[in-house]
Every structure is written in structure tokens, then in C-alpha cells.
């Protein structure tokens, strides 16, 4: 089992940049991948970006590309989003979810590939 944390959501201005974190209480990330999703009000939660367990491989969806990027200290068991130029249409809850493969490649990017998820952390870009 392993709980998640996010914290670093807020309020943020047009262009401007957060670094989210997500902590999990497990002893260490070995063999979890990452994702991250959010939920903006009335609509499907979606993929933003996800890690493999290594941190060797990253994938990130179109709306984000370039602008996000993942991270991930295993030796602190945290996950970290940089989001740069951040555009209104960011702003959601954003959630980290965690999932095992012994593969180390491997990153999910669906919500049925993941199983442990946290509790969310505003994000809010100001037109």
C-alpha cells in the first residue's frame, strides 16, 4: 500500500509557473510509475503527464507538451510536475496517482492503470 500527498497548487497568473509535489509514504518509489491527472469542474478527469519508475521514460498529453515537465527523486519518494507557461485552461484539481510494473519503462496513461491516487491540489491560472 502507499498514500500520496500533493501539495504546491495555488493561484498563478497567466504565463507564470508551478512546481507541484507529490510524497508517498510507501519506503521507497521502487518499481511505481507516476501519473498525474486533473479534473477541471464538469468535465472527465485527464491525463497530464506520467513517469516511469526510473525516471527514464516520460509522457506527456498534447495539451501539455512542452510546457510540463516530470520528475521524480526516488531517494525522497516525490514526484515533481514543472508546469511553465501556464494557460487558464490549466486550471483544475490536480491529482497524483501511483501504480507498480516491474518493467521499468513502462508509464500509464490511462486511469484504470493506476491504483493508488491522492487527494488533489488546486491549480488556478488567472486569465
Known amino acids: 500500500q502507499v498514500q500520496l500527498v500533493e501539495s504546491g497548487g495555488g493561484l498563478v497568473q497567466t504565463g507564470g509557473s508551478l512546481r507541484l509535489s507529490c510524497s508517498a509514504s510507501?519506503?521507497?518509489?521502487?518499481?511505481?510509475?507516476m501519473g498525474w491527472f486533473r479534473q477541471a469542474p464538469g468535465k472527465e478527469r485527464e491525463f497530464v503527464a506520467g513517469?516511469?519508475?526510473?525516471?527514464?521514460?516520460?509522457y506527456y498529453a498534447d495539451s501539455v507538451e512542452a510546457r510540463f515537465t516530470i520528475s521524480r527523486d526516488n531517494t525522497k519518494n516525490t514526484v515533481y510536475p514543472q508546469m511553465n507557461s501556464l494557460k487558464p485552461e490549466d486550471t483544475a484539481v490536480y491529482y497524483c496517482?501511483?501504480?507498480?510494473?516491474?518493467?521499468?519503462?513502462?508509464?500509464?496513461?490511462?486511469?484504470?492503470?493506476?491504483?493508488?491516487w491522492g487527494q488533489g491540489t488546486q491549480v488556478t491560472v488567472s486569465s
Open positions: 496517482a501511483a501504480d507498480q510494473n516491474p518493467y521499468d519503462g513502462y508509464v500509464g496513461s490511462r486511469i484504470y492503470q493506476y491504483t493508488y
Open positions: 510507501a519506503r521507497t518509489f521502487d518499481k511505481y510509475y
Open positions: 513517469i516511469s519508475w526510473s525516471g527514464g521514460k516520460t
